[in-house]
């Protein structure tokens, strides 16, 4: 009997976290349009830009400190804050996550596969998260959380120098 309880404990976890996925699945597509589309409202609605902007922010320190010791993570510390508020004005921008897509293989040309593709591609990741691997078991690249009944982009894990404009 607890074996029979535990499978089913275990199949009811998978099946919310099949159902998470499924669920962030249309938002995740109508993100890779607007970027392919350069369509800055729908990009704005799916992206979380305060939390990118605090992830941008950390990321800066962290590497004054790596790179630099105390004096440098103390000036990092003062001037980080600015310049992540600018970051996100010029980096949090549909056309400068298109190297992003193409990371993943959606080029201008290429079609953008359907919420039922793009569901089976995320991983579950946490209570109202999933993020999106470039491999079925590689590390996440973009990670996505539910907010107010809608799955915006919360974090991008990737190389910062990937977001830019191209030529």
């Known amino acids: ?43 704005d609605k799916h992206v979380d830009r ?17 790179t630099g010791g105390d004096e440098l993570a103390a000036l990092g510390a003062l001037i980080a804050p600015a310049l992540a508020e600018a970051a996100s004005e010029t980096l949090i921008q549909p056309r400068t996550f298109r190297a992003v897509a193409e ?26 998260q999933v993020c999106a691997p470039r491999k ?4 996440c690249l973009l990670t996505f959380t539910r907010e107010d009944g809608v799955w915006r982009l919360s974090s991008f894990d990737g190389d910062l120098s990937m977001l830019r404009t191209k030529g």
């Open 50 to 66: 305060e939390a990118l902007k605090r992830q941008v922010e950390s990321r800066m320190l962290a590497e004054a400190r790596k």
């Open 136 to 139: 079925k078991n590689g590390p």
């Open 1 to 43: 009997m607890r074996n029979l309880l535990f499978a089913f404990a275990v199949f009811a976890l998978a099946a919310c976290a099949t159902t998470q996925r499924y669920d962030a699945a249309a938002d995740v597509h109508a993100l890779l349009v607007s970027i392919r589309d350069n369509d800055k409202a729908t990009f």
């Open 103 to 128: 990371y993943y293989g959606y080029g201008p040309s290429t079609p953008i596969p359907n919420s039922l593709v793009i569901g089976g591609q995320l991983k579950t990741v946490g209570e109202g």
